[in-house]
């Protein structure tokens, strides 16, 4: 089964704090992907990365920033957090660069920036 | 661009009720694959299926239905007998054949009562 595990299922920080959310998958995948969820707005996609040290904007890059060192973990870094960053992110997984093969998702970090 | 509109936002079904979610979808790529994800109350979504878009040969999975039709851009999903266990919120996703980044519809939130 493929596992995609993060780092924390809740999480409270105060606005200009800087913080980190961790990804890790346990199935080599090459893809890994940052989403946000907000209510009526679906999933949104934040960054991607297909290999280590590669990374691409999705559609919301502003406010965030990636990291992949190694193939399993994939780091999102709000540098200042706002209060407009609360909100639920998922990560997720894919086998490869393909787009024909589903992502494997995490149970979500949500996060409140007070 | 590509795009996905769920435009049901919540739906209320008694248990046994049949329920279709719907998702139309707009894209300019003639090869295209198409998603259903579920997520329950606990978080993490679920991948349900994966349609290409040579492929509109309807599916049907247990209790599950999906009906995709390109003349009308839509990849509808129905359930039979709905059951308690059905409420979650369901995701409708794209993907262009050229890119690697799913596009979600705003999902729809199915509560099934008992």
């Known amino acids: 089964d493929v596992k995609v595990t993060q780092s924390s299922r809740y999480l409270v920080k105060r606005t200009g704090e800087k913080v980190f959310l961790e990804c890790v998958q346990d199935?080599?995948?090459?893809?890994m992907f940052w989403y946000r969820q907000d209510p009526g707005l679906g999933l949104r996609l934040i960054y991607f990365s297909y290999d280590v040290k590669m990374k691409e904007k999705g559609d919301i890059p502003e406010g965030y920033s990636v990291s992949r060192e190694k193939k399993e973990r994939f780091s999102l870094i709000l540098e200042s957090a706002s209060t407009n960053q609360t909100s639920m992110y998922l990560c997720?997984?894919?086998?490869?660069?393909?787009?024909?093969?589903?992502?494997?998702f995490g149970p979500g970090t949500r996060l409140t920036v007070t | 661009a590509q795009k996905v509109t769920q435009a049901q936002t919540e739906i209320s079904v008694v248990e046994k009720e049949d329920v279709t979610l719907d998702c139309v979808y707009e894209t300019r790529d003639t090869t295209y694959y198409l998603f259903w994800y579920k997520q329950p109350p606990s978080g993490e979504l679920v991948f349900l299926i994966r349609r290409n878009s040579f492929d509109e040969q309807n599916e049907i999975s247990g209790r599950y239905s999906w009906n995709f039709q390109k003349s009308t851009s839509s990849f509808n999903f129905t359930i039979t007998a709905s059951q308690v266990v059905d409420s979650a919120v369901y995701f409708c996703a794209l993907v262009e054949e050229a890119g690697n980044m799913l596009t979600f519809g705003g999902g729809t939130r199915l509560m099934v009562k008992p």
């Open positions: 199935m080599d995948h090459e893809n």
């Open positions: 997720a997984s894919s086998p490869s660069r393909g787009s024909t093969y589903e992502q494997y």
